[in-house]
């Protein structure tokens, strides 16, 4: 079930971003400051914090994992700090805050940037995967996808995914088909009206791309008005987002030059009022970790679908049959993504099985 239909939408902050004291003196600093703006902002009812783990004086920290560490730390003493740092390429200080995670709290989201790492990508439909070309490799040895997915698997981590345009969200919907990226999605959709690789801040353009994610894709939505110079269409795509139940992202990280007295917790404030408004609630940070949880497989209620590797051919009958319980995987082979299936569901897979042209597919009880 996802946040809107239990009444609820996904508010995300960002912070700080790359913002100096000369464009907002409010923007956090250093790891007493940023941990100070994570505790105000879920305290006035944030669902999550994004942060630069930034140093005393302003640089940024990219690779600093200590700095991230201790503002979760310090954090946690008052709040359940939801939160997770921002990257530049190099995602080692995330690998080491989910190893070796802060004091009184754990790593849950991490960001991933389809952009910086999917570059020169093809899609072979028959054979339901990417290839990856690259004028410097000609013998082909590049992974397929960015393996950075499979670690976040490995560390129990969920990405937050940031879509710039709708070449990214072409990318991500592929990447959940054949199960690179695990379900539910936590999709950030990024507007600008300054950065030109960022969609259009419109509303018909927000009704596009939400258009263009299948319903098998199970996912939540933030939208993320970035670097904006029009407040007026910052506000408009905010209320478009809500009246969808999409969640919202604010913060003076985000759009400093719209925001230059304003502190973090005063545009949460803003945002609770939007929301409840329209008779919403934010989720809290106990919903994120239920909505995002690996799921827990009961034997006694599962549906397991053998698929004989040696005869499927890889056609994809079964995910074009039922794409709610079967998808392709890595090697074109139909395999299940849901095992818990209700009755319509579990009729659809054995209609599915009784379709592979090979007889490759059997379901059991």
């Known amino acids: 079930m996802s946040f809107r239909d239990d009444g609820k939408v996904y508010l995300e902050v960002g912070v700080n971003e790359d913002v100096s004291k000369d464009e907002n003196a409010n923007v956090p600093y250093g790891a007493e400051e940023t941990a100070r703006d994570v505790v105000e902002c879920i305290q006035h009812g944030a669902t999550a914090v994004q942060f630069h783990a930034r140093y005393d004086d302003g640089r940024q920290a990219w690779a600093d994992d200590e700095i991230s560490r201790t503002i979760l730390a310090t954090a946690a003493r008052d709040v359940d700090p939801l939160a997770y740092p921002g990257y530049a390429g190099n995602l080692d200080h995330i690998w080491a805050l989910a190893e070796h995670p802060p004091a009184g709290t754990a790593l849950l989201l991490a960001p991933f940037d389809p952009a910086q790492h999917v570059k020169r990508v093809l899609w072979q439909e028959d054979e339901n995967q990417f290839k990856t070309i690259d004028s410097d490799d000609s013998n082909g040895s590049h992974p397929s996808y960015p393996p950075e997915l499979d670690r976040f698997t490995k560390l129990g981590l969920v990405p937050s995914i940031s879509v710039f345009n709708d070449v990214d969200l072409r990318w991500v919907i ?151 319980i079967y998808q392709p995987d890595a090697e074109g082979y139909c395999v299940v993504v849901k095992p818990h299936v209700d009755p319509s569901l579990l009729e659809k897979a054995i209609e599915g099985a009784a379709s592979c042209p090979e007889r490759a597919i059997r379901v059991e009880l």
């Open 174 to 324: 592929l990447a959940a088909r054949i199960g690179i990226l695990r379900q539910p999605l936590n999709i950030k959709l990024f507007f600008s009206d300054r950065w030109v690789s960022y969609s259009d801040p419109d509303p018909d353009v927000l009704d596009y791309l939400v258009s263009r994610i299948p319903k098998w894709v199970d996912h939540e939505i933030v939208v993320v008005p970035y670097a904006m110079s029009s407040a007026e269409r910052r506000q408009e795509l905010w209320e478009h987002a809500l009246n969808r139940g999409l969640g919202i992202r604010v913060g003076i990280g985000d759009c400093p030059s719209i925001s230059r007295t304003t502190t973090n917790a005063q545009l949460v404030d803003r945002a609770v009022n939007l929301v409840t408004k329209r008779e919403l609630t934010p989720a809290t940070q106990a919903d994120v970790r239920d909505r995002f949880a690996a799921a827990e497989v009961d034997e006694s209620e599962l549906v397991r679908v053998v698929v004989n590797r040696n005869r499927c051919m890889g056609w994809g009958v079964c995910y074009s049959h039922a794409p709610e």
